[in-house]
């Protein structure tokens, strides 16, 4: 989910894809692949067995593959020869395998995580009201994304230079680039969640309800996660310095959404996948562990990742002139040439724009 991150969270992103006339589009796009969703359900229904979790995922991952490449089609603004022939196999296999496929399986089963763990709607004893949720919100959700990412890159290709594409290739070269920061933060992350959700063994029953234990994990997970992004945007002070520049109610705002939204969502596709694709009983100190420590880690990297990019992009554009920022060309000339790179010598230089291979 962290192309979802870096559309909400990466301010030129953002801009692009929440300007009047797109978010417009985009609602109209986003009306029938529900409603197509809920019809194809009730059909497959009486032809297969949906109360597997194994195959109502595998539909839900095949709905939500098509959705993808549809919508993608939508904001890419091109018909389907166009784009294979313009971005090639591997960003077309991006969109239908990552956004699509296994995108709407993990939205699929937060859905179904969602409605076991705080309503008490369990698919296994209910099948059929969660299943047609999860096949529903899960295409709606793919096709918002997908048109985003088809529209960002119809910008990046026509209009406007864009320096962070939403496709994990900055974060892999974030990694890479820099293992001493990756490798800290991951063992505070680690430590920071397991420490945190030990206190619950002290409750008795208490500590054991799955509520519990969903709402302190996701609250300590998104204070780290909401230290690191705010770190990673100021990278001139020590990273253990608590007093970061910035005014609290920003602070709050970011702790809230995306940090805190975003650990419960990664909290409940872990208990998803245990609950109904392993049928783990979620108890016992070593499993509610594991699902602390991944959760706070993967929320830590993730806002560092982001703050770091944000804080890049901040010290590109005051660096550069406008009237020169709006010249696609000339942005591409200075990525490559790594004239950039010099905006910021205490920052990890710009990463280049990632850009699809082409097909021969």
């Known amino acids: 989910m962290l192309h979802r991150l870096s559309l909400r969270v990466i301010p030129s992103l953002n801009a ?3 300007e009047s006339s797109v978010r417009k589009r985009k609602r109209l796009v986003m009306l029938a692949p529900g409603f197509i969703a809920f019809l194809i359900y009730r059909l497959l229904k009486l032809a297969f067995p949906l109360t597997d979790p194994f195959i109502l995922l595998s539909l839900s991952g095949i709905l939500a593959s098509v959705t993808a490449l549809w919508a993608y089609r939508m904001g890419r603004q091109a018909s389907l020869h166009q784009i294979w022939h313009d971005d090639g196999f591997r ?4 969109v239908v395998g990552w956004i699509g496929f296994a995108y709407g399986v ?7 995580a969602l409605l076991k763990v705080f309503v008490g709607y369990d698919f296994l004893l209910h099948p059929d009201g969660p299943g047609m949720m999860a096949i529903i919100i899960s295409c709606t959700s793919v096709t ?13 290709q026509h209009d406007s230079s864009v320096l962070t594409f939403p496709d994990g290739t900055a974060f892999r070269q974030f990694v890479q680039m820099n293992p001493s920061i990756v490798a800290r933060w ?5 430590l920071v969640g397991i420490v945190g959700a030990l206190p619950l063994t002290l409750f008795g029953e208490l ?26 945007t100021d990278p001139s002070r020590a990273w253990w310095n608590p007093r970061i520049p910035y005014g609290w109610w920003p602070k709050l705002r970011f702790w809230a959404w995306p940090c805190l939204t975003f650990s419960v969502t990664y909290y409940l596709v872990q208990v998803g996948m245990m609950s109904f694709l392993f049928r783990m009983e979620f108890n016992g100190l070593l499993l509610s562990s594991v699902v602390a420590g991944t959760t706070t880690t993967v929320i830590a990297l993730y806002a560092y990742y982001l703050g770091n990019r944000k804080f890049i992009e901040s010290q590109l554009q005051e660096s550069i002139p406008s009237n020169l920022q709006s010249c ?11 004239i950039t790179d010099q905006t910021q010598p205490l920052a990890p230089a710009p990463l280049e724009p990632s850009q699809p291979q082409q097909v021969q």
């Not at 060309?329 to 040439?337: A, D, E, H, R, W």
């Open 16 to 18: 692009l894809v929440t």
């Open 207 to 232: 500590g054991d309800h799955q509520i519990v234990h969903a709402l302190l994990v996701s609250v300590i997970a998104a204070c780290m996660g909401n230290f690191a992004f705010w770190v990673a």
């Open 144 to 156: 918002r994304d997908a048109f985003e990412i088809g529209y960002v890159r119809y910008q990046q």
């Open 106 to 112: 993990q939205l699929s089963l937060l859905v179904l």
């Open 328 to 338: 696609p060309f000339v942005m591409s000339i200075l990525n490559k040439t790594g």
């Open 91 to 94: 960003w077309v296999g991006w």
């Open 186 to 190: 991951m063992g505070l992350a680690v």
